[in-house]
């Protein structure tokens, strides 16, 4: 089985980022989680007339995920997050908000699950979801 990289994790989350619908804010994020068996799962920002409805790349990247049977902290390894007005490069990390980190939390372990945020460069900013959210709700 070829083995996903961060660089590569983060190029397929700029691919996720194309597919985004965002006609309201024109803030397009894609997002590409990589599985403990080195499946991705691509996700993409959508956005919905009365916002709340909308929902972020990360937490379509996660109920994909778990939609095929993947629950539980150890089968899910890393994300890749990317994101910046429709159209253009991305401008700087995209970090994911509260409600995608408490997402995150639930499926992942918190302390070995890392968040890459590549940088307008192409530097890859990692972080442990733990550092992200260092007071995640669990039952």
Same mark, same amino acid.
């Given at each position: ?9 983060? $190029?397929?989350? #700029? ?16 997002? =590409? ?6 499946? /991705?799962?691509?996700? %993409? #920002? ?6 709340? *409805? ?6 379509? =990247?996660? /109920?994909? =995920?778990?939609? $095929?049977?993947? #629950?539980? *902290? ?17 401008? !700087?990390? %995209?970090?994911? %908000?509260? /409600? %995608?980190?408490?997402?995150? #939390? @639930?499926?992942? $372990?918190?302390?070995?699950?890392? /968040?890459?945020? *590549?940088? @307008?460069?192409? @530097? ?5 979801? !733990? ?9």
């Amino acid at each position: 089985m070829k083995r996903i990289d961060f660089y590569q994790l983060a $190029d397929e989350a #700029n691919k996720a980022r194309e597919m985004a619908y965002a006609p309201y804010s024109g803030f397009t994020v894609g997002a =590409a989680l990589l599985t403990s068996d080195e499946k /991705v799962y691509l996700g %993409c #920002n959508i956005e919905n007339a009365a916002y709340s *409805p909308s929902i972020c790349a990360e937490r379509t =990247a996660f /109920v994909k =995920a778990v939609s $095929d049977g993947y #629950n539980k *902290p150890a089968d899910f390894k890393a994300i890749a997050i990317v994101g910046g007005a429709k159209g253009e490069e991305p401008k !700087s990390k %995209c970090a994911p %908000c509260g /409600v %995608c980190r408490q997402v995150m #939390n @639930e499926f992942t $372990d918190p302390e070995s699950f890392l /968040v890459i945020l *590549p940088d @307008e460069k192409g @530097e890859l900013d990692v972080h442990t979801l !733990s550092e992200l959210l260092p007071l995640g709700f669990r039952l």
